[in-house]
């Protein structure tokens, strides 16, 4: 059974920064894409931001290019989303969400392509 467990949200003002976590466990992480989506009040689930399992392929929606980073540390089964510069728009719960997969470049931006998920993280940004 592979469990997602996201922390590090919570309330901050506009222009600042959080840094959320994902702790991954259950199964051999480094085999595993990630990435984080988030979901705003009445929208759906949209893609944020991807990493493929070495860690050396990274991909970012357009509305968080140069703001968000993402990252990986494969010795802790976690991965990061580092935010900054955040905007009142920013403001949803977010999720990371882990893949299968055999390529190490490889990462993926569909809801449907993963696997599992975590119980999300809400993130406020206040103006």
């Known amino acids: 059974q592979v469990q997602l467990v996201e922390s590090g949200g919570g309330l901050v003002q506009a222009g600042g920064s959080l840094r959320l976590s994902c702790a991954v466990s259950g199964r051999t992480f480094n085999r595993y894409a990630m990435g984080w989506f988030r979901q705003a009040p009445g929208k759906e689930r949209e893609f944020v931001s991807a990493i493929s399992w070495s860690g050396g392929t990274t991909y970012y929606a357009d509305f968080v290019k140069g703001r968000f980073t993402i990252s990986r540390d494969n010795a802790k089964n976690t991965v990061y989303l580092q935010m900054n510069s955040l905007k009142p728009e920013d403001t949803a719960v977010y999720y990371c969400?882990?893949?299968?997969?055999?390529?190490?470049?490889?990462?993926?931006?569909?809801?449907?392509?993963?696997?599992?998920w975590g119980q999300g993280t809400q993130v406020t940004v206040s103006s």
């Open positions: 969400a882990a893949v299968t997969t055999t390529g190490g470049t490889y990462y993926y931006t569909r809801l449907k392509d993963y696997e599992y």
